[in-house]
């Protein structure tokens, strides 16, 4: 069976920090894609960074490069979000998602499974 766990969400104040953390297990990850996408109230989820888990080549999202970065720990079956100077707009539940492809793809149906979410709230 196949499991996406996230932790690291929390609440934090405009211009700090937070780690996200997803662990992945069930299947074999490492020659697919992993992606962090978020859902604000009221809103559409929405990509915000890739990363192909073989080479580290990654792509973030417009409204969050410079300040978000993704990474990865193979050995741990785990993918990182490092969010840097936090904006209130910057909350939403945060979702990881995987999917076996080598490409990176940036658009939810492209990827097969998904997390149950870890809120991230940014106060002003």
């Known amino acids: 069976q196949v499991q996406l766990v996230e932790s690291g969400g929390g609440l934090v104040q405009a211009g700090g920090s937070l780690r996200l953390s997803c662990v992945a297990s069930?299947?074999?990850?490492?020659?697919?894609?992993m992606a962090w996408f978020r859902q604000a109230p009221g809103e559409e989820r929405e990509f915000v960074a890739a990363?192909?888990?073989?080479?580290?080549?990654?792509r973030n999202a417009d409204s969050v490069k410079g300040r978000f970065t993704i990474s990865r720990d193979n050995a741990k079956n785990t993918v990182y979000l490092q969010m840097n100077s936090l904006k209130p707009e910057d909350t939403a539940v945060y979702f990881c998602a995987a999917n076996t492809k080598a490409f990176i793809l940036t658009t939810e149906p492209w990827f097969d499974y998904w997390g149950q979410g870890t809120q991230v709230t940014v106060s002003s």
């Open positions: 990363i192909r888990r073989g080479d580290g080549m990654s």
């Open positions: 069930g299947r074999d990850f490492s020659s697919g894609t």
